[in-house]
């Protein structure tokens, strides 16, 4: 019972992080002046370098140094103008934000051991974009290495491990410095680091090497792991006295006030827009409150009684002034101080451990007294146990009982000498999916002592996968050496499961930041490498920001197709992997491609997806053919698994998360309360301007006849307001020259940020009120405030630029040079003049929050179509033949094209209208452009996660055995659980899952169709193909198709196109039974050929 209410708590906790957003705080955005260089990590020039400009908020830090964390305070410096490169880092620095990025630039990291771990926390840890890292290993290469080293091949055997990858490490990223060592480490050594890695190391020297560490002044993060066959271990200690910067890296949660009582203590209510996600204990500020001003005094409250609607304020307001209206509250994220034992001490006294499955509760105390005797047993014996030896797990299982015999209050009651014996027949071997596992977590943990950000593993870890090896212990000949590169894995999991494994035909969807894992992942493991064969398609292509977490790709490859360079970055791995790639968007459009043959012929799906609606489609593939499909997805430091397994578990689609919640029209067209309503509004804005209304122009000067009788058959409001557009573009406001592109984007700032307030608040005056005598201003509404345009505003002269180079665009004219001098560009725009504003009575402003159309329709709708369209025909004569605009699609990763100045300019402009804070232009790339953040140390756990799954597919697993997981990095939290069964439908002696299918054989008619079904006791009332209805037992005509074939009624009525080589096609069946009561039946599949 325990265990359970520990999970339920733990899968509760992690829900609710995974749901509250992850938005990283990031400073203001300019250009900078430096450019890190590849070769010495410091200042160089750049021609495409962003700049800090005065009045920034980073301008001030600019012109200090920050601190890279180093234990109790100490720290080295790190030039604060050292710059981001924003393409390269953009979804990085999503997760981290700018502070956490340049902290991360100054830190020299040294990773010891360069076997499938040590260089998957390499790989993770110069994606990331350190100062420095420094691999050491005095090894050599064997044969035994390639089951998890992706940067090792059989030409490498007796090289130095460090030497033998160094080269491939440094194509990562050019920035960051990377040096070998070969020579035995010292204490003089580690002192070059803020944070060192072992992970192939003794006990005793661990313990020699922590110590000295753990007292160093400051003192040097050290982290030890180790993977032995499907056991893992992590222990971590960044000093004495560690600060955590930002617990969790969620941004700091708010509300809208809507009250504040008179009262000891004061209750604070905010009103109902969206939930809050404070707790009892935090601190939060005040500010923007009217009437009750003490509190808007900037000190930190601490509040209590947290609601989902309100908290208790513990403070004493009756003495305050009365609350009038307004007002913003912030949680304050306080630091967080860690003290870390050293491992000489964490040995004997571990502590907690953290927990990741809890059907393993009692685990991690057998795994913690594991490791020790095989560290004692290699000591002795100098070597590891041999695979499948019983004397060797035997004298492991001795010398565990000896420690556990002295170990005190830390003694185990029982232990599990099957679990011992599995370890110990494994403990040599270093597997892939492991590796990336671990690598992606020990990745975290030195990125977390280098920054502070994210709270760190506190302090042992242990993790297995027992359920991924075969149920009965290996014998020594099916664990023996093979003298291949699978040896490593095949003392874990024997010969059978290896030839699996090299014959299995797998289709990996998606060749991104999952995909390059994936690829990665399986050739190491030697899928498809004998007679199987791996599929992999993707239709994108390779840009720059791919490069910091899709590590098979480099700077030369952006523009190539990605299956084609990660496909062909595997075969490097491993040469005999069987290979293909497609660049076919995964689809009904491409059944053609993905047809039945091909989804019959495979033997299991991995998803590498970025997306749901490709997810579901994949789902229903995968569920119609009766494949598994291995399922997983990120969010920066956050993943998830979902094993999809036929007629074990429910499939992908079987639930949903909830809808993203929607800013009602009026709230972003007159009403926003955030920086997300003015992007949105932005966003929107911007595609309206420049992509829809250009597109519509253009397809009314290809068939203006079409185009006219359409609108006048239409005849409403939408069909007036595009008809207007239209003249707009073509007629009253066409552009000829760049200046009239400037009096266009002139006109559109006085539009939007003067004119459009100006009507509003005379609309609604600030003292409006509402039919039932409440104030109209208030919560969440904030009362606009018109601007006045200023030529020294750089932000006005931005919108101006940015709307005029775009404006110019569409209509083809050239660009002139003058137009980014802002001199220049303030003399000409000051010369513009402009009709003083009116506001109107009468005007219409939509303010209700369910209206899905702002246009509101008048009964003189058809003769204003008409007056513009004659407009029109007259406007037009004078162009050109053949004349076109060009619409613009908005591509957020392109910095020269100007999109994002213009989306940032009209969202900030916006903001300061209604006094909400602004932006720069990196955060508004995050919001508008829907950036989903992501890390390379999240992506490798992820994929870690789902091949050791796959090792279960190979072998028919249990249910039972199957894991889908939750996980955090940033906390860190690992929850593990096996997943949830199909559910399950009898009647009768029917029962049936998503997983069935019912195949009928023969050209049935629907007669012989509907008797079939009234065979089992069902009465089948409806039966439909596609969208259309073939049959219906409520419509009379429909009984003249009784004797029809249902494949001709398919054809004629559902238009349906069965290709030559399929064989049956698809109805859907509504059935009830005798009583009456409705059954969802499985899809009902005909084989008429």
């Known amino acids: 019972m325990i265990q359970t209410f520990l999970l339920l708590v733990a899968v509760v906790i992690f829900f609710r992080l995974l749901t509250s957003g992850l938005n990283a705080a990031i400073a203001s955005h300019r250009m900078l002046p430096k450019k890190r260089t590849a070769a010495t990590g410091e200042e160089g020039s750049s021609k495409q370098s962003k700049r800090v400009r005065p009045g920034d908020s980073s301008a001030l830090a600019a012109q200090q140094c920050d601190l890279v964390m180093g234990g109790d305070g100490g720290a080295v410096a790190v030039p604060s103008d050292v710059e981001i490169d924003e393409d390269l880092h953009s979804r990085q620095l999503a997760v981290y934000g700018r502070e956490t990025m340049r902290r991360l630039f100054g830190a020299n990291v040294l990773v010891s051991g360069l076997q499938g771990l040590g260089v998957e926390i390499a790989k993770n840890v110069i994606l990331a974009g350190v100062k420095s890292v420094t691999i050491h290993d005095s090894g050599t290469v064997e044969l035994w290495d390639l089951s998890s080293q992706f940067y090792f091949s059989e030409a490498d055997v007796g090289k130095n491990r460090a030497f033998a990858c160094v080269d491939k490490l440094k194509e990562l990223n050019n920035a960051v410095n990377i040096s070998v060592l070969t020579t035995e480490l010292t204490e003089e050594i580690l002192s070059n680091y803020q944070v060192v890695v072992f992970t192939d190391s003794s006990l005793e020297e661990a313990i020699r090497f922590n110590n000295f560490c753990h007292n160093h002044n400051p003192p040097i993060a050290f982290i030890k792991a180790d993977i032995r066959g499907i056991f893992g271990s992590v222990f971590c200690d960044f000093g004495p006295d560690f600060t955590v910067v930002d617990v969790d890296g969620e941004e700091p949660h708010t509300g809208i006030i809507a009250s504040i009582s008179n009262d000891n203590p004061a209750v604070v209510c905010c009103v109902d827009d969206e939930r809050l996600e404070f707790q009892d204990g935090d601190l939060v500020l005040f500010n923007e409150v009217k009437g009750m001003v003490e509190l808007n005094d900037g000190r930190p409250r601490k509040i209590k009684n947290a609601r989902p609607y309100s908290f208790t304020l513990e403070e004493d307001t009756t003495g305050y002034c009365a609350y009038e209206a307004g007002g913003i509250v912030t949680q304050v994220k306080q630091p967080k101080v860690l003290n870390f034992k050293t491992l000489e001490e964490a040995i004997q006294n571990p502590g907690d451990f953290l927990l990741s499955d809890f059907s393993k509760f009692d685990r991690p105390p057998l795994l913690h007294l594991a490791f020790r005797a095989l560290d004692a047993f290699c000591a002795q014996e100098g070597r590891f146990p041999a695979p499948g030896s019983g004397e060797d797990a035997q004298a492991l299982i001795a010398i565990a009982k000896r420690l556990n015999d002295s170990a005190g209050d830390q003694k185990l009651d029982n232990i599990d000498e099957s679990i011992l014996t599995k370890f110990a027949s494994g403990s040599k071997a270093v597997l892939n999916p492991m590796a990336a596992m671990f690598g992606g977590i020990v990745g975290q943990e030195v990125l977390k002592a280098c920054s502070g950000k994210f709270h760190p593993l506190f302090q042992f870890f242990y993790f297995d996968s027992l359920e991924s090896v075969p149920s009965e212990p290996l014998s020594a000949e099916d664990a023996a050496p093979t003298g291949g590169r699978y040896d490593a894995q095949i003392a874990v999991f024997g010969r059978q499961v290896q030839q699996k494994l090299e014959n299995a035909k797998v289709f990996v969807v998606g060749a991104g930041a999952l995909g390059c894992e994936f690829l ?42 990605k299956s084609t360079v990660a496909s062909t970055a595997a075969l490097s791995i491993n040469s005999s992997l069987n290979a293909e790639a497609l660049q076919n968007r995964i689809s009904q459009d491409t059944e053609n491609i993905f047809d039945d043959v091909f989804w019959g012929g495979l033997d299991v799906v991995i998803n590498a997806l970025d997306n749901v609606k490709a997810r579901l489609y994949v789902d229903s593939r995968a569920v119609y053919f009766q494949k598994p499909l291995l399922e997983s997805g990120t969010l920066g430091p956050k993943c998830n698994t979902q094993m999809v397994i036929p007629h074990l578990t429910e499939n992908y689609g079987a639930s949903r998360d909830p809808p993203e919640k929607q800013a009602p029209m009026c709230t972003l067209h007159s009403f926003p309360h955030n920086i997300d309503h003015c992007l949105t509004w ?30 006048r058959s239409a005849g409403d409001a939408l069909s007036r307001e595009m008809l207007e557009r239209i003249v707009e573009c073509l007629v009253t406001e066409r552009c000829h020259t760049f200046e009239d592109c400037i009096v266009w984007a002139r006109k559109r700032f006085e539009d939007y940020f003067v004119n459009r307030v100006k009507q509003l608040t005379y609309t609604f005056p600030e003292d409006s009120t509402t039919s039932s005598g409440a104030r109209f201003w208030s919560a969440p509404k904030r009362f606009p ?12 002269l931005s919108f101006v630029a940015s709307a005029a180079i775009l404006r110019a665009e569409t209509y083809g004219i050239p660009r002139p040079v003058w137009v980014l001098n802002p001199k220049q560009l303030g003399e000409v725009v000051d010369k513009i003049n402009l009709p003083e504003f009116k506001p109107k009575q009468g005007v219409k402003i939509v303010t209700d929050e369910k209206a899905t159309n702002l246009t509101a329709s008048s009964l003189d709708d058809a003769a204003v179509i008409d007056q513009l369209i004659s407009t029109l025909d007259d406007g037009t004569k004078s162009l050109p033949t053949g004349f076109r605009l060009v619409p613009i699609q908005f591509e957020k990763d392109d910095d020269t094209n100007y999109h994002m100045e213009l989306i940032a300019a009209l969202a900030n402009m916006r903001a300061r209208n209604y006094e909400i804070p602004e932006v720069d232009k990196l955060k508004a790339k995050f919001i508008a452009g829907k950036i989903i953040p992501a890390i390379a140390t999240t ?32 906390l860190p939290l690992f929850s593990m659980a096996e997943p949830v069964p199909p559910k399950s439908f009898k009647h009768g002696e029917l029962a049936w899952s998503i997983w069935d299918r019912w195949v009928i054989q023969g050209d049935l008619t629907l007669t012989e169709l509907l008797e079939w079904f009234q065979a089992k006791g069902l009465t089948a009332y409806s039966i439909s193909c596609g969208q259309s209805l073939l049959y219906n037992s409520l419509f009379p005509r ?52």
């Open 939 to 970: 992506t490798a756990l992820a994929t870690g996660l789902v091949c050791l799954e796959l090792y279960k597919v190979f072998q028919d697993k249990g249910v039972e055995d199957y894991r889908n997981t939750f996980a955090n990095l940033a």
């Open 785 to 796: 405030r018109a601007l006045q345009f200023s030529s020294t505003d750089p932000s006005h």
């Open 1038 to 1089: 429909h009984k003249e198709r009784l004797g029809r074939k249902v494949s001709e009624l398919a054809k004629e009525v559902a238009k349906l196109d069965i290709p030559p080589n399929r064989k049956h096609f698809d109805v859907i069946v509504a059935c009830e039974d005798d009583e009456g009561e409705d059954w969802d039946v499985p899809l009902v599949s005909i084989c008429f050929r």
């Open 520 to 561: 990665k992942n399986l050739a190491l493991m030697g899928v498809a490498c004998g007679s199987g064969k791996l599929t992999v398609t993707d239709d994108d292509v390779i840009e720059k920001s791919n490069l910091s977490r899709q590590f098979l790709f480099r700077d030369w490859n952006i523009g190539q197709a």
């Open 682 to 711: 932005a966003r929107s804005e911007f595609e309206g301007l420049l992509e829809k209304t250009p597109s519509e122009a253009n397809a009314f000067l290809s068939n203006p006849q079409e185009y006219k009788s359409s609108a």
